[in-house]
């Protein structure tokens, strides 16, 4: 797995993608920095939070597309399927590299909250620390459901919209169950829908239920995106 994450993160920096999505990544969420804290004088992060939301459902699927399409792509797959790494390995390597890159623009929220802090004298820490954590775990879900999508396609271009398309489902779904009226439907369409779980997190809520939900998410792509190895190393 190391072998594999340090693979990844050799391409991703070697590539100009990393550069690109941290940048676009600090340009936008310092944007909302300004506007939203600095120029009106507010120590309220919800605002730079929520904005950083709609970049990570585009961006993501950009930084997920290549992991698996392109091995497959460039001929490559038979090679590290034949590897002495367990497939679990290749995808948890793969993973990690993601969601390091994520992270690395996650942390610029760090200088953020200790500016606000010592320009205001105090900051709202439950809702900084919620929001974090529900951008952080829905970040990784994205990456986990990104990368089971690259793994079905060679097309760095289909792995992207498809990605995108299936994100906005399932942050979605438990939105529109209040105009379903068929009950098992709409607790089913409840039960896997992002939405309410994510804003539990944004109002400073920490639901243990929420946290193994997101966790059981990450594990369940992850695994899909292992039996698609699996079977392609034996199809």
């Not at 944007?31 to 309220?44: E, H, L, V």
């Not at 992991?67 to 990690?96: D, N, R, W, Y």
């Not at 942050?171 to 009950?183: E, K, L, N, P, Q």
Request: charged share 10%; aromatic share 16%.
């Amino acid at each position: 797995m190391g072998a594999i994450f340090k693979r990844e993160m050799r391409a991703y920096f070697t590539s100009p993608i990393a550069y690109i999505f941290l940048a676009v990544f600090y340009v936008y969420t310092g944007s909302y920095f300004i506007r939203s804290c600095i120029d009106i004088g507010s120590s309220d992060m919800t605002y730079v939070f929520s904005g950083i939301f709609t970049l990570i459902m585009i961006m993501l699927p950009l930084l997920t597309m290549r992991l698996m399409s392109e091995e497959k792509k460039q001929k490559t797959e038979q090679c590290l399927l034949t590897a002495p790494v367990s497939l679990m390995g290749i995808v948890m390597g793969k993973f990690l590299a993601a969601l390091a890159v994520f992270m690395l623009g996650m942390l610029i929220y760090i200088p953020y909250v200790l500016v606000l802090f010592k320009l205001a004298g105090h900051i709202a820490w439950a809702t900084v620390i919620g929001n974090f954590c529900a951008l952080s775990l829905l970040g990784a879900s994205f990456i986990s459901i990104g990368i089971f999508i690259s793994g079905l396609t060679e097309n760095q271009i289909v792995a992207a919209i498809a990605s995108f398309i299936v994100i906005i489902f399932l942050y979605m779904v438990d939105v529109f169950a209040g105009s379903v009226d068929i009950a098992w439907l709409k607790s089913v369409m409840v039960a896997i829908g992002f939405y309410n779980r994510f804003y539990e997190f944004t109002n400073g809520i920490i639901n243990i239920t929420s946290i193994v939900f997101f966790l059981s998410t990450i594990f369940m792509f992850n695994f899909l995106t292992v039996r698609v190895l699996e079977k392609r190393r034996w199809g």
